[in-house]
Nanobody
Framework: QVQLVESGGGLVQPGGSLRLSCKLT????????IGWFRQAPGKEREGLSC????????DYADAMKGRFTISSDNVKNTVYLQMNSLKPEDTAVYYC????????????????WGQGTQVTVSS
């Protein structure tokens, strides 16, 4: 009954922006952390960012700092990833996933996953 649904992906030009959403059902952001990942063809799944409410914190992979911003709306049970200054190498399928708390970007340590949303950065 735990379900995560990503949305907001699409085609964007280099330098553009996109906001992804992760809508949660069956879990609450009061007790679970949410991580964002991406996977491009031929590459490993890459952790991008994580957010939790208890403790209140955000975490970013070094390469994402300054361009990507994670946020949450606990009432709506939704997590967002604002992506700015997008580059062609950002092209990938983007996923959200649950964990008890932030502190790891190892995909195997996350429990429930969404279906992913495609982001394509191209002119």
């Amino acid at each position: 009954q735990v379900q995560l649904v990503e949305s907001g992906g699409g085609l964007v030009q280099p330098g553009g922006s996109l906001r992804l959403s992760c809508k949660l059902t069956g879990v609450t952001l009061d007790y679970y952390a949410i991580g964002w990942f991406r996977q491009a063809p031929g590459k490993e799944r890459e952790g991008l960012s994580c957010i939790s409410s208890s403790p209140a914190m955000t975490d970013y992979a070094d390469a994402m700092k300054g361009r990507f911003t994670i946020s949450s709306d606990n009432v709506k049970n939704t997590v967002y990833l604002q992506m700015n200054s997008l580059k062609p190498e950002d092209t990938a399928v983007y996923y959200c996933a649950t964990r008890f708390f932030c502190g790891s970007f190892a995909a195997a340590e996350y429990d429930h996953w969404g279906q992913g949303t495609q982001v394509t950065v191209s002119s």
